[in-house]
């Protein structure tokens, strides 16, 4: 217990004097080394077994990266938005992904996804709220252009039921670990923590904007 | 197009409780009734109560047209249109109008009863297979609707909605699959 | 006027469904092979007597293998058991064994095998779905033990034990608070793991007729107490129903062991094939005492008002169950056709 006083104490005062920008620095240079090793979204794994489904989105950094935002942003917004976007979001990637299932044209796919990790870790760095109807159609946007991405390459498989139902619940379930990370601004170093993961957030949109850039 | 879901299962116990199984393995089928119910519990007793009455009916009835009929299709495209209507209705938390969810439930039990129907075993006269099929659908969706409707709690009813969302979303991926392939 | 109508047409009903319901009248069949030399095995077949008529079930052999020597039949009262040897070229491992007729009998074949020089038996059950089943190599023998095939058997003997799950509904029907509930569930578990043990160890030894007829009578009487619930009234099992789930759990334990006797249980894993099936029936009565209460509770939150006949009809279901089989079986032990 005294042990655990003394954490929370550590902390406080790290966070309080100033000195968090060295542990932000070192995030930032973790995330700057490990986002080339676990860019780019897998292809292996047939569609046919819920463990494919359920790894697909969870293996392509910037969209994992994009899920947690969405989550966390949502926890800034707080009520409404924060029950609003865990039961709209899957069904407006759903669509985004029938589109791109269908090959439909959809422009500046590559160019919005990267956006996205960018522009909401700025959002949850600045702790920026925007008006209910603004947020939804920015969120709504990236939930397209997730989806229209996922749905290109979408492996064909023989259980397509099984294989999208993991894929909806893997995503679902990060927009949680985004929420449920946003809870920690209740404490008081809290908010210091999330501005930190907005930037690291940021650092990566920045980088696949790089790559979407020199491609 | 192809049989997708005709998981045949056959637990060694007798037809009945393979239909049992069959519903419970069956990834379709068991999203419908668990959407189904929890749209009916949205509704209150009223809407849990239609639910019983009329969906095992109209699934029993559409299994024994199915069997008889015996057409080698899975109406795959259309049981997953069915999900995806279900789910969004979850999602929403709507109130809906009796006679609308009525023809809900009686169209989806007469489709998803026919695509069991197709693909379940005939036994002359009564099929303990779809016996088993209709009795598991009518507990789960006691059960589920009935525990739904009991549900005060603000968290829990966005959950139910999320699972609508995400019954719809999977639905919608499936479809998209499908159209692909 | 409804009543009226109503009334025969149930009791007809419930005088029908044990027709098809009856789990008791089918036992599963029993092979059993030993080894006497490399290739050379010792046959036993167990083949069970349909009221008094053979199953038309016969195992198939590899076709290098033949039998040899006369066959030993003898009559026993619910099978005809057959010894007799068998050679063949190569020894059975990783080789398949069918049962003929199987799917058309609707029973289980229980195989054995013990192959030369080697303690350790396997058990297979081949169901009518698949009937054949492949005798595991020494490696595969070691992987997997056949003794699982109880709780799978315990299971199953309960799920289509309707005489076994009518009791129960009967019992969960007359208590009223969860406590009590647990007492009485308890007790009839207790109750029927003890007489199970001792009937399946061979202590004691309880004739069919009148421990069916016995069964049946218990199911009746529940169907009595049910419906004086209903009624209101009550009695001394109605205040202690714990005292009648005992009793009742002691007589139904026999019929449980029943099941298991006439597979002859090998002496060396006699006690954990003895737990597994016990446990398999403990988890089956859970399931089911478990989803009763569930769809009790569903009704009261959906807010379901039955009508009066609709409320009583699991008692009449079970009096007419209890009643049908009651005659039945005392008939049987009295013609001896049992």
Same mark, same amino acid.
């Given at each position: 217990m005294d042990r655990m006083m003394s954490l929370q104490g550590f902390l406080r005062r790290l966070l309080n004097g100033r000195r968090w920008w060295p542990a932000c620095a070192g995030l930032f240079t973790l995330l700057w080394v490990l986002v080339p090793g676990a860019q780019a979204h897998v292809e292996a794994g047939g569609a046919g077994s819920v463990m494919a489904g359920f790894l697909h989105p969870v293996t392509g950094l910037d969209h994992v990266v994009a899920m947690v935002a969405v989550g966390l942003w949502g926890a800034v917004l707080g009520a409404p938005a924060i029950w609003l976007l865990p039961v709209a979001f899957p069904m407006v990637m759903a669509f985004g992904a029938l589109l791109g299932l269908l090959q439909l044209p959809l422009p500046g796919v590559e160019l919005g996804i990267a956006l996205s990790a960018l522009v909401l870790g700025v959002l949850v760095m600045l702790q920026q709220r925007l008006p209910m109807a603004v947020a939804a159609i920015v969120v709504g946007v990236f939930a397209l252009f997730h989806g229209y991405a996922h749905g290109v390459e979408l492996p064909d498989g023989a259980d397509a039921l099984l294989f999208s139902l993991a894929f909806v619940v893997a995503t679902g379930l990060l927009h949680l670990v985004g929420i449920l990370l946003g809870e920690i601004r209740r404490w008081a170093w809290g908010p210091r923590v999330l501005q930190c993961t907005g930037a690291g957030i940021a650092v990566v949109g920045v980088w696949s904007l790089i790559q979407v850039g020199g491609a | 197009? @192809?049989?997708?879901?005709?998981?045949?299962?056959?637990?060694?116990?007798?037809?009945?409780?393979?239909?049992?199984?069959?519903?419970?393995?069956? @990834?379709?089928?068991?999203?419908?009734?668990?959407?189904?119910?929890?749209?009916?519990?949205?509704?209150?007793? *009223?809407?849990?109560?239609?639910?019983?009455?009329?969906? @095992?009916?109209?699934?029993?009835?559409?299994?024994? =047209?199915?069997?008889?009929?015996?057409?080698?299709?899975?109406?795959? =495209?259309?049981?997953? =249109?069915?999900?995806?209507?279900?789910?969004?209705?979850?999602?929403?938390?709507?109130?809906?109008?009796?006679?609308?969810?009525?023809?809900?439930?009686?169209?989806?039990?007469?489709?998803?009863?026919? *695509?069991?129907?197709?693909?379940? @075993?005939? =036994? *002359?006269?009564?099929?303990?297979?779809?016996?088993?099929?209709?009795?598991?659908?009518?507990?789960?969706?006691?059960?589920?609707s009935g525990q739904v409707v009991v549900t005060q709690r603000s968290w829990l009813r966005i959950a139910q909605q999320v699972a609508g969302s995400w019954i719809a979303a999977a639905g919608v991926l499936a479809l998209g699959l499908m159209l692909k392939g | 006027m409804l009543r009226r109508l109503v009334l025969p047409l149930l009791l007809v009903v419930a005088l029908m469904l044990p027709r098809w319901a009856n789990a008791?009248?089918?036992?599963?069949?029993?092979?059993?092979?030993?080894?006497?030399?490399?290739?050379? $095995?010792q046959v036993l077949w167990k083949l069970p007597l349909f009221k008094g008529q053979r199953l038309p079930i016969a195992p198939r052999f590899p076709d290098d293998c033949a039998l040899q020597g006369g066959l030993d039949s003898q009559r026993e009262a619910r099978a005809l058991v057959v010894r007799t040897q068998l050679q063949c070229k190569t020894p059975l491992e990783g080789r398949a064994i069918s049962i003929d007729g199987l799917a058309a009998a609707g029973t289980e074949v229980l195989l054995r095998v013990q192959p030369w020089q080697s303690n350790t038996q396997q058990?297979?059950?081949?169901?009518?779905?698949?009937?054949?089943?492949?005798?595991?190599?020494?490696?595969?023998?070691?992987?997997?033990?056949?003794?699982?095939? $109880?709780?799978?058997?315990?299971?199953?003997?309960?799920?289509?034990?309707?005489?076994h799950l009518l009791l129960l509904l009967g019992l969960v029907l007359i208590v009223c608070d969860g406590w009590m509930l647990l007492k009485t569930v308890s007790a009839f578990t207790l109750a029927n793991s003890i007489t199970l043990s001792v009937s399946a160890v061979g202590i004691v030894d309880v004739p069919a007729g009148p421990l069916n007829a016995a069964i049946a009578l218990s199911i009746l009487f529940m169907g009595t107490e049910v419906v004086r619930f209903l009624r209101g009234r009550t009695s001394f099992t109605l205040r202690h129903p714990w005292v009648l789930a005992c009793g009742f759990g002691l007589l139904h334990g026999f019929g449980y062991a029943r099941g298991l006797a006439e597979l002859g249980l090998p002496h060396h894993e006699l006690l954990l094939a003895l737990l597994l099936f016990n446990v398999g029936i403990e988890i089956g009565q859970d399931i089911f005492v478990l989803l009763v209460l569930g769809l009790q509770r569903s009704f009261r939150q959906l807010q379901i008002r039955w009508p009066v006949w609709v409320q009583r009809m699991p008692a009449w279901t079970i009096g007419c169950a209890g009643a049908y089989w009651t005659i039945q079986t005392t008939l049987a032990m009295v013609t001896g056709g049992a």
């Open positions: - | 197009m @192809p049989v997708l879901f005709a998981h045949l299962m056959e637990t060694g116990f007798g037809g009945f409780y393979d239909g049992i199984a069959h519903l419970l393995i069956t @990834p379709v089928d068991l999203m419908l009734v668990i959407g189904l119910s929890v749209l009916a519990g949205q509704q209150g007793p *009223a809407g849990g109560r239609l639910l019983l009455a009329l969906l @095992p009916m109209s699934w029993w009835l559409g299994g024994m =047209a199915g069997q008889w009929l015996r057409f080698d299709t899975s109406l795959t =495209a259309l049981t997953t =249109a069915l999900l995806i209507v279900v789910g969004v209705l979850v999602a929403l938390a709507r109130r809906l109008k009796a006679a609308v969810l009525a023809l809900l439930v009686v169209v989806a039990g007469l489709v998803f009863g026919l *695509a069991n129907g197709f693909t379940l @075993p005939v =036994a *002359a006269g009564m099929s303990l297979d779809l016996l088993g099929v209709v009795s598991a659908v009518a507990v789960l969706v006691l059960l589920i | 008791h009248d089918l036992f599963p069949g029993f092979l059993e092979l030993k080894a006497t030399a490399a290739s050379d $095995y058990t297979l059950l081949i169901q009518p779905e698949q009937p054949s089943a492949t005798v595991p190599t020494a490696a595969e023998a070691a992987e997997q033990p056949g003794v699982w095939s $109880y709780l799978r058997l315990g299971i199953e003997h309960i799920l289509l034990g309707v005489d």
